[in-house]
């Protein structure tokens, strides 16, 4: 399987060996090829997204991220005379993918083929069946192949939840860059956060005052099915590729691309909202409801003032732009953790 990667992994290895680049792979991909459903998030990561996220989104225009997508593909679609050519990078399953044509289908935008690039051969597969129990055999299509060595023209370069896993960012970002040439357009929705996931000090000492007041109950790693009376801020990237490269991706977007949108949220309520933790809480339950809202409120003032900065982006990019539409005074640069900062 690893046969054609060989050449860029021998230009890797200056960064890393071969050998544990081999074994970071093979984990990922046993890490995903069981799973159908990778984004099962805990009922309370859908209170606060819709109490606080989706709020977010629709200022801008976008009602969640695959709606994003969805219309920013349309509205490359409607600056062409002819169909469009869209790449989403590690695709997987094509979950997201096939809602977004679904989304184009329903508002009846034609002429896009997105092609789903992804190195797991069970993930395309399964990525097919469904584009074809959908319908959608002639939109969505799996292409197999590793982001990191892709190189390649289109109109539409998506990224969704997949910069994170990546290790060489430069060599991508270029060949983005490339790609989509003086008229095309960069589209992601990514983690920002430092590497491995872990909290930045600034963030993980709010996160353990939190910890401090939080009942033993709700201290349950179900991940790594392990009690943690004290938050353990692990790293997840020592066996595979999981936010290997993350506080990397905006410094490195920043100098390469012109930001059109820029849309920017979240650190220390990631925590308490993912699927680690997520699960011990309790939309239904009032008090549950409160707390989350208070860690929301803390977090939200710990980016406004500077204190730490967002782990999580949406971003519309080109070459080069003007202006860009943010958030408040929450601009890429504002946002953006200088890994060098103690």
């Known amino acids: 399987m690893l046969q054609s990667l060989r050449p ?33 998030l805990p009922p309370m990561f859908h209170y606060w997204s819709n109490r606080y996220l989706r709020p977010l989104f629709e200022a801008f225009g976008y009602s969640h991220p695959e709606d994003f997508f969805a219309r920013e593909i349309a509205r490359a679609r409607a600056m062409r005379d002819r169909p469009i050519r869209v790449v989403s990078l590690g695709a997987g399953n094509g979950d997201s993918e096939l809602r977004i044509a679904a989304l184009l289908r329903e508002r009846g935008v034609a002429g896009v083929r997105i092609e789903c690039l992804d ?23 799996p292409l197999r192949g590793d982001f990191n060595a892709w190189r390649e023209r289109a109109d539409v370069v998506m990224a969704n939840q997949s910069l994170h896993h990546v290790v060489e960012l430069e060599h991508l970002f270029d060949a983005i860059y490339d790609g989509i040439g003086d008229e095309g357009v960069f589209l992601t929705c990514d983690m920002i956060g430092r590497n491995g996931h872990q909290r930045w000090p600034e963030a993980l000492a709010a996160v353990q005052e939190i910890w401090a007041t939080l009942p033993e ?13 004290e938050f353990l801020d692990w790293d997840c990237s020592v066996a595979g590729f999981e936010g290997i490269r993350a506080q990397d991706i905006l410094p490195l977007l920043m100098q390469r691309f012109g930001f059109e949108t820029f849309i920017a949220w ?77």
């Open 217 to 229: 109950r709700y201290r349950y790693n179900l991940q790594l099915q392990r009690l943690e009376r």
């Open 119 to 141: 190195i797991n051969p069970a993930m395309l597969a399964r990525c097919e069946a469904d584009a074809g129990a959908q319908g959608l055999s002639d939109v969505v299509l």
């Open 266 to 342: 979240g650190n220390i309520i990631d925590v308490f909202v993912d699927r680690s933790f997520g699960h011990h809480f309790n939309p239904d339950d009032e008090s549950d409801r409160a707390r989350i809202d208070a860690i929301h409120a803390r977090d939200e003032r710990g980016i406004d003032s500077g204190e730490w900065q967002p782990t999580h982006l949406t971003a519309v990019m080109r070459r080069r732009t003007a202006n860009t539409r943010q958030h408040r005074h929450w601009s890429p640069s504002f946002c953006c953790r200088d890994p060098q900062r103690h």
């Open 8 to 40: 860029w992994l021998t230009r890797l290895r200056s960064r890393w060996r071969s050998d544990d680049y081999d074994a970071r792979l093979a984990a990922e991909i046993a890490t995903f090829e069981g799973q159908v459903n990778v984004h099962n």
